[in-house]
């Protein structure tokens, strides 16, 4: 039993998920304090300090603290957009830059001229029309 628990834990799959992990927490800090130390201050010069937590309705003796949601909703957006900027739009342009020359593959399939629906490149009749294809 040690010797399959031992197989499973050093499979590289559940390496990378570990690995994935740790690093997806010390970025969630590095995310935080980048929106809570910069972003949130900037915004607080530009319109004034950004917190809704006093805001609130009572509704039939019930106190509704929709302030909070509203504190969660906009730091939920200033990660989101500071993710996207900062991490996910430059990987996507390093991607779009490193696999740039890449070579086009060929095609495997190519349109049936009677019903063009797409065949493989090989076939010499259509799957689906049962139509001769040169």
């Given at each position: 039993m040690l010797k399959e628990f031992?197989?499973?834990?050093?499979?590289?799959?559940v390496v990378d998920l570990a690995v994935a992990v740790?690093?997806?927490?010390?970025?969630?800090?590095?995310?935080?304090?980048?929106?809570?130390?910069l972003l949130n201050p900037l915004i607080a010069a530009v319109v004034g300090k950004p917190d809704f937590a006093g805001f609130s309705l009572t509704l039939n003796h019930?106190?509704?603290?929709?302030?909070?949601?509203?504190?969660a909703l906009i730091s939920f957006l200033l990660i989101a957009t500071a993710v996207y900027?900062?991490?996910?739009a430059p990987m996507n342009s390093l991607l779009k830059r490193m696999h740039a020359n890449d070579p086009v593959p060929a095609p495997t399939t190519k349109?049936?001229?009677?019903?063009?629906?797409?065949?493989?490149?090989?076939?010499?009749?259509c799957a689906h029309c049962a139509q001769p294809v040169a």
């Open positions: 031992k197989a499973f834990i050093f499979k590289g799959n740790v690093i997806g927490a010390a970025f969630g800090a590095v995310v935080t304090a980048f929106v809570t130390d019930s106190h509704i603290n929709y302030g909070l949601f509203l504190n900027f900062f991490v996910v349109k049936c001229p009677e019903c063009l629906s797409d065949i493989p490149v090989a076939a010499r009749r």
